[in-house]
Nanobody, 114 residues
Framework: QVQLVESGGDLVQPGGSLRLSCAAS????????MKWYRQAPGKEREWVAQ???????NYADSVRGRFTISRDNAKNTVYLQMNSLKPEDTAVYYC????????WGQGTQVTVSS
């Protein structure tokens, strides 16, 4: 059974930092690229960042320079380091596989508010 489990979401003040994790099981993790998406209340889900099997990364303009995606194949985990957080980063964050079967996690809530 394939599972993607996100964690690390929290309430944080503007300017703060969080690190999200997405732990995968039931797949050969190293064969998949991984993406982070987010969905704010009343808005469509949007792509945030991605990392290929080989470690190449790409970011949405709205987060480039503030967020960093990384992966640890030994731990079957992808991370999203989020710095300089803004209220508009408030959303449920989801991880997703690409380059094979499309799997999704259940999401983790990030709230940026003073």
């Amino acid at each position: 059974q394939v599972q993607l489990v996100e964690s690390g979401g929290d309430l944080v003040q503007p300017g703060g930092s969080l690190r999200l994790s997405c732990a995968a099981s039931g797949i050969i993790f190293s064969l998949y690229g991984m993406k982070w998406y987010r969905q704010a209340p009343g808005k469509e889900r949007e792509w945030v960042a991605q990392i290929s099997r080989g470690g190449s990364t790409n970011y949405a303009d709205s987060v480039r320079g503030r967020f960093t995606i990384s992966r640890d194949n030994a731990k079957n985990t992808v991370y999203l380091q989020m710095n300089s957080l803004k209220p508009e980063d408030t959303a449920v964050y989801y991880c997703n596989t690409f380059g094979g079967v499309n799997y999704w996690g259940q999401g983790t809530q990030v709230t940026v508010s003073s």
